[in-house]
């Protein structure tokens, strides 16, 4: 009987890696030659990084800025060109992933730690397109814990303030390290329920001193490619 079970969670998880490759072909089908694009982090972007590749490969001309330290050692090893962001003023198309959207296209991000990058590139980015897969469409965000990135200097003070706002914040450990960000600050990974106004939280929780990011990203994306099955759903605004 325990046996079953355990091919069951297998069997679900491989269809999950199936949705996001899925999502992954679709998304570099948006990609044009001569155009800056922006590289996402995670397990989902794996999969955009590898194609990026083969697409390069077969002469695709693209310039690429990486949203982390990890993404951007994935694509040197795999032959992408890469430029450095502070020599641009626009990126053309980010494809980046996601821990949870809801059908308006807001997002949490940063369960991978790389938030605070990956929300400036999309800042700057014309079309962001972000893949998923369907385990990550929600009704309302807020059961995946918000990432917040903190100054090690502020992080009591910004659990005071999290508390204030009503959550419950802990700082991200990983292996029973204190994780650090690219930029050497620290994830709190905060609790505030079922979010039910994004804008003003994201709003309140810029206002802290020391935190320098949060994982909501509101107006940022124009599509999300969702992998559902053997398909691919398109949420668009
Ligand atoms: C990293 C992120 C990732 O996009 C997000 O955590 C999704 O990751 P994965 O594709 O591994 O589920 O925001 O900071």
């Known amino acids: 009987m325990k046996q079953q079970n355990i091919v069951i969670i297998i069997a679900m998880k491989k269809d999950l890696e199936k949705e996001k490759e899925l999502a992954a072909k679709e998304a ?69 992933g996601a821990d949870e959207f809801t059908k308006d296209l807001t997002l949490i991000k940063g369960g991978g730690g790389a938030l605070l990058r990956e929300k400036i590139v999309a800042s700057m980015t014309i079309q962001e397109i972000i893949i998923a897969d369907s385990s990550k469409l ?37 292996n029973n390290q204190t994780f650090l960000t690219d930029q050497g600050n620290y994830i709190i990974d905060a609790d505030f329920g079922f979010i039910t106004n994004p804008s003003e939280l994201s709003i309140a929780l810029n206002e802290i001193e020391g935190v320098v990011g949060h994982g909501l990203f509101i107006n940022l994306t124009q599509k999300v490619i969702m992998g559902s099955t053997d398909q691919v759903i398109v949420f668009e605004k």
């Open 28 to 96: 570099v089908k948006y990609l044009k030659d001569n155009t800056i694009i922006g590289l996402g982090t995670g397990s989902t972007i794996y999969y955009v990084i590898k194609e990026i590749a083969e697409l390069v490969k077969n002469g695709l001309k693209i310039k690429a800025v990486p949203t982390s330290i990890k993404t951007q050692e994935l694509a040197i090893s795999l032959g992408i060109p890469l430029i450095d962001i502070n020599t641009v003023d626009k990126i053309d198309i980010t494809i980046d």
């Open 138 to 174: 929600v009704e309302k965000l807020g059961k995946f814990k918000l990432p917040i990135e903190v100054v090690p200097f502020a992080s009591t003070y910004v659990h005071s303030k999290i508390k204030e706002l009503q959550g419950k914040g802990e700082i991200r450990h990983i």
